[in-house]
């Protein structure tokens, strides 16, 4: 990118910033009071999810830790291989859905080995890129539901992962 497109992008934050300070003052809302009182009420939102996150960390780490993952990706690089998936990639699939910061950790590993370039690099970088932390949305969704139906919503969630997985891997093959 040119110097100038960065320079429009970097100016969009300050701007929304700027606009949205003078529609409050049009409106004439206290922003500073509605500041306030909206940090007021995200405390007691983060002292409800923070039992579900470090649930999730503690999973994601035991996972990782007991080889419960490296024997997954040995049993799954059968039928990786028959769905046309590259087997290098089934660590990042099976972490993904658990940890943001350990995919990205295996990420760097794939494109070090494999480069950027590679079929596998760039399957790993769709996949990372088109997919989300599903326990971790899960965990900060369901933590104010007084109604969870979390087991559902995690299948769902993790079977359409799984086909995206497969849809990406099949774009990155034509393309």
Request: hydrophobic share 55%; proline share 3%.
């Amino acid at each position: 990118m040119n110097a100038a497109v960065m320079r429009i992008f970097a100016s969009i934050i300050p701007v929304i910033f700027l606009l949205s300070f003078a529609f409050a003052a049009v409106k004439k809302v206290k922003v500073y009071d509605s500041f306030t009182e909206g940090v007021k009420g995200a405390i007691p939102l983060v002292c409800s999810i923070f039992p579900y996150i470090a649930a999730v960390m503690m999973l994601a780490k035991v996972f990782e830790a007991s080889g419960l993952e490296d024997r997954l990706v040995t049993l799954l690089s059968p039928l990786f291989h028959r769905l046309g998936l590259p087997t290098e990639i089934a660590e990042l699939v099976l972490i993904k859905p658990l940890s943001g910061s350990g995919s990205t950790a295996v990420l760097a590993d794939i494109v070090t080995q494999y480069g950027v370039d590679s079929y596998i690099g760039r399957c790993a970088c769709v996949v990372y890129g088109a997919s989300e932390t599903v326990f971790y949305i899960g965990a900060v969704y369901f933590a104010d539901r007084k109604k969870k139906r979390l087991t559902a919503a995690l299948v769902i969630s993790l079977f359409v992962y799984f086909l995206s997985v497969v849809f990406c891997c099949l774009l990155c093959r034509v393309i």
